[in-house]
């Protein structure tokens, strides 16, 4: 027995020096844990609630409520299933409320009561409900439950090659009563799957990048705000509408919104933007952290999961001038699925529920339920970003290492913008790097004030890197970025500080952040020709081309076709058809370096758009730019000589790992 509790600690001993040995990572602070789901259960999650005896209710894309028991796994570890309901239209929201679970499908609002007690809904109520034109695109998400009994419900818009409301009072959100009273709340709203309202009552809502929508961002809705998609405007001459304005009142400037705010009424800018391929691609759920520390040291902040990127972000939020503003950071990556939907259980970890089927992540796994716990240590991180008069405060979880932290070249920053346009997206625009004077470490070593040598602009995002620092115990930061959308400069005393000297480690700083040239023509925009990329035929092809291959893409992000073949040195024209409703490219890559290219892409960072996504890589061969939906592009290039198994990759982030396809070069 001796000799066994001897070998025990030191197999504990031999275990602990190799994780003090290697970088701690994400899972050493947020474990994973899998729910399992039964063979044949199509778990693909909409909508979930946690119920008061601590049972998960998950709706389904397949027209199911799932009651899952003990999703804790305790005891046995093995949750029990119970099929709720089923016949739904594609449920997109679940909700519990005095006894009864409401699930908002395509059309309308339903009430599912159990009134026998064997845990299987035998009522179902029809609250309210609305037109709809078929169209595919039209997902509606809720309800979300208000303090007063009311609920607030989203209407995602059509989709015809852009956004488009079909039916009344699409994009818009509206309020619903017991009694099916519908009353118009805000309109704007594009692809509007998630919302919250926080501890103070306000309600808060994120957008996927699109028409009108640079990239993903969050929301403040307040009664009567315009949040951009003018689509929804069609419906303002309504009884009972908000506000009047039209869709004709909102022109396509392509100015940042920040600027459109001032000249469009109502028009509310987001208070926080998610940089597209930075931080995610496609923004879902949002959770305030009410769990009492139960789940770290982020108590009151945000997270935001991401459908694209199968991850979770966070947010913190602070109010100037009476606004919300504030910075996002990364948190935990590495979700089976996509995320759409996240819960707090009973005991603080978060239940995360995850989907693909039509909107494909990085995620492998076609649906899913994971729980994210907290192992209770505390990651180094930036725990916030405020505004400051002449820069940010960044505020830490654990002290610094004072050294590192009063080292200028320890931090760089930039800024850049966004379009405010009906293009679907956008590139990163008028981005500079912010030159930084000094810092000032708080005597405690939790705060670092970083005074910026040029005035800060408003409208703008601001990345705030921090890559040089240490703990006072020598740890790097487990994620050193992060992105602050800074609306208004917060008032207050400025900083006085000598300007550095000049060995330079504010030149450092900036010199950290030079972009990379672009393949570029005018005025930065990418060149209409290159070796790499010829849209006309050439004029020597007095023939024509010897083949025409097309590739078109379907839903899921897929190419239609995995495999074409063309002869060795023949004269190819390549045509890709982006029939998609998100922005696509195709690239042709040397054999077998697909995820290379589609990784090397996703370090592009701030240069991605404007370089389409295509790195400066000897193994791309060929690219179209980076299409619009309902867009086409054709190439002109002769083939390999080389007999081999080539690849076609969309390299947009987020779509390398599963938009491929084989051009097989023969003889």
Request: hydrophobic fraction near 35%; glycine fraction near 10%; aromatic fraction near 10%.
């Amino acid at each position: 027995m001796k000799n066994r509790l001897s070998f025990l600690l030191f197999s504990l001993l031999i275990s602990s020096l190799a994780v003090a040995q290697r970088p701690l990572t994400e899972d050493d602070y947020y474990r994973l844990i899998t729910v399992p789901i039964p063979e044949g259960v199509q778990l693909e999650v909409g909508g979930m609630a946690v119920l008061p005896d601590g049972r998960l209710g998950v709706s389904t894309r397949r027209g199911e409520v799932w009651l899952i028991s003990n999703p804790y796994m305790k005891g046995s570890r093995i949750p029990q299933y119970k099929r709720f309901a089923y016949g739904l239209h594609e449920p997109l929201g679940l909700a519990y409320h005095q006894g009864a679970l409401y699930a908002t499908q395509r059309g309308e609002l339903t009430k599912m009561i159990d009134t026998d007690g064997d845990d299987e809904a035998n009522e179902y109520q029809s609250i309210v409900k609305w037109p709809l034109s078929g169209n595919y695109h039209e997902y509606s998400y809720g309800p979300l439950f208000l303090p007063d009994g009311d609920m607030l419900i989203t209407l995602n818009l059509g989709w015809i090659g852009r956004g488009a409301s079909l039916a009344k009072w699409r994009g818009w959100m509206v309020k619903v009563n017991e009694k099916g009273e519908l009353k118009p709340f805000a309109t704007g709203l594009r692809s509007p799957s998630s919302y919250r309202a926080l501890r103070d009552g306000s309600i808060f809502y994120t957008e996927n990048q699109g028409d009108w929508v640079g990239s993903g961002r969050m929301t403040h809705l307040e009664l009567g705000d315009f949040a951009g998609n003018p689509e929804g405007l069609k419906w303002t001459k309504e009884p009972g509408s908000p506000l009047t304005l039209k869709p004709e009142d909102v022109p396509s400037t392509g100015k940042p919104m920040h600027e459109m705010v001032k000249s469009i009424p109502h028009l509310k800018e987001p208070a926080i933007w998610f940089p597209h391929t930075m931080m995610g691609i496609s923004t879902s759920d949002i959770l305030e952290d009410t769990t009492a520390s139960r789940f770290g040291p982020f108590d009151g902040q945000l997270f935001v999961g991401d459908q694209g990127h199968s991850k979770v972000m966070r947010v913190f939020l602070e109010k100037v001038d009476g606004k919300y503003q504030g910075a996002c950071f990364p948190f935990r990556s590495g979700f089976q699925s996509g995320i759409l939907r996240m819960a707090w259980g009973l005991d603080g970890s978060m239940f995360v529920g995850q989907t693909s089927r039509g909107w494909s992540a990085t995620g492998k796994d076609p649906f899913g339920v994971q729980r994210l716990v907290w192992t209770g240590q505390t990651p180094f991180e930036m725990k916030a970003i405020r505004s400051m008069p002449d820069g940010f405060e960044v505020e830490f979880t654990l002290p610094v290492d004072k050294k590192t932290a009063e080292d200028l070249a320890s931090y760089s920053m930039n800024s850049f913008t966004y379009k405010y346009h009906r293009i679907y997206g956008s590139p990163v625009e008028d981005a500079r790097p912010v030159p930084i004077r000094g810092v000032v470490v708080s005597d405690n070593g939790l705060k670092v004030r970083i005074v910026a040598d040029t005035l800060l602009r408003e409208g703008y995002v601001h990345e705030v890197k921090a890559e040089g620092i240490k703990s006072d115990k020598g740890l790097p930061l487990l994620h050193n970025t992060g992105y602050y959308t800074l609306n208004h400069i917060a008032p207050g005393t400025k900083l006085t500080i000598a300007a550095p000297v000049r060995h330079n480690h504010a030149d450092m700083a900036m010199a950290s952040t030079k972009s990379v040239p672009p393949v570029s023509g005018a005025k930065g925009k990418p060149a209409a020709v290159s070796a790499k990329r010829v849209t006309e035929q050439p004029a020597d092809w007095t023939n024509g081309p010897d083949q025409v291959i097309t590739i078109g893409t379907v839903p899921g992000l897929k190419f239609d076709k995995t495999q074409v073949e063309v002869k060795a040195g023949s004269r190819i024209r390549w045509v890709f058809n982006n029939n998609d409703d998100m922005l696509h490219n195709c690239v042709i890559v040397k054999p077998a370096t697909a995820n290379a290219v589609g990784d090397a892409a996703l370090k592009l960072n701030l240069n991605g758009s404007r370089m389409q996504y295509v790195p400066v890589t000897p193994n791309v061969l060929f690219h179209t730019n980076l299409l619009q939906p309902e867009s086409s592009e054709s190439l002109y290039f002769v083939a390999p000589t080389t007999p081999g198994d080539y690849q076609f990759v969309c390299t947009f982030p987020g779509h390398s790992s599963l938009m491929q396809g084989v051009l097989k070069v023969v003889k």
